[in-house]
């Protein structure tokens, strides 16, 4: 299923009164693919009710399509299963090309962002447009302006207290924790993109969230693996400690430390968390955690093996 046509045709829902006529006339002629008619119903549309939310989600639609350099397969779609998917990207030295092999003309890309842009503005609660805006900017890896619209939905989310709404302005059905899951997804694509450059991407991202949601375990963990494949063993190692205050029971936690140290070379403090798996973990976990105590043990001194 090519992700990009589906999430078009997720923007593209039916709205109310007025609306409505323009938005289904506009379906109509977006599915069977005449612009001239698309780009008419548009024109009439916002002369007509300038700020309706539907009219700049078919304004960025309309761009988009009209940006793609090859057509895509059209496959049915259901919109509940969107946020079971995992965005995965590939990197490319041609700005132009992304998934598929599809080039976009990017000026015309520009004019749907600037749509877009409009309708954040007027209805920053709209979940779909942001997301729908971060999803085009990976297909064009523009990882930079892709994380700071990341980072700018994080910073909303706190405003809004994840009181998100979707297509026809209803409410959404995402909260904090699956926000916060496609967030995660979303640094998921940036890593698979195989730049490691990136990786102070999904770090700015992980940042952003520790602001506005100190507690966030897994986003702690997220953090500490990208400090220390960057080999910055402190902040890595702090990002974890900061997870271990936060549960100190989880042996998966207190293994990632005793990784951590021993990936930084100080055995001693990395033999001291192995052992506080010993009474946490499962019977996998405690006897890897043995089997480091005792490897660890021969390369330090006056350390007693339990």
């Known amino acids: 299923m090519n992700k990009l046509i589906t999430l078009l045709l997720v923007l593209i829902t039916a709205q109310y009164g007025l609306c409505q006529d323009y938005q289904s006339d506009f379906l109509k002629h977006f599915n069977t693919g005449n612009t001239k008619k698309q780009l008419k119903i548009l024109k009439k549309w916002e002369l007509e009710s300038p700020n309706d939310a539907a009219l700049f989600t078919s304004y960025f639609n309309y761009h988009v399509k009209q940006a793609q350099k090859v057509e895509f397969i059209k496959e049915t779609y259901d919109p509940e299963t969107y946020f079971d998917y995992i965005l995965r990207f590939n990197d490319n030295s041609d700005p132009e090309t992304v998934l598929d092999n599809v080039k976009f003309d990017l000026d015309e890309l520009k004019k ?44 909303h989310s706190a405003q809004n207290d994840n009181k998100w709404t979707w297509a026809n302005g209803t409410d959404s059905s995402i909260n904090q924790e699956s926000f916060l899951l496609a967030i995660k997804n979303y640094q998921v694509g940036l890593y698979d993109v195989g730049n490691d450059a ?109």
């Open 198 to 306: 990136l990786i102070d991407n999904i770090i700015e991202i992980s940042n952003a969230v520790d602001t506005h949601y100190p507690e966030h375990v897994n986003n702690l963990i997220t953090l500490s693996t990208c400090y220390l494949l960057k080999k910055d063993y402190s902040k890595g190692i702090g990002a974890l400690l900061k997870a271990e205050s936060i549960n100190q029971n989880d042996y998966v936690i207190l293994g990632k430390i005793a990784e951590a140290y021993k990936l930084k070379g100080d055995y001693k403090q990395a033999i001291e968390y192995y052992k506080k798996t010993y009474n946490l973990g499962n019977e996998r976990a405690i006897a890897y955690a043995r089997e480091q105590v005792k490897l660890l043990s021969d390369k330090t001194f006056n350390i007693e093996v339990d």
């Open 112 to 155: 749907g962002f600037n749509k877009i842009d409009e309708g954040i503005k007027l209805f920053p609660n709209r979940l779909d447009m942001r997301f729908g805006k971060i999803f085009v900017l990976g297909q064009v890896a523009d990882w930079n302006t892709f994380t700071k619209e990341i980072i700018k939905a994080i910073e």
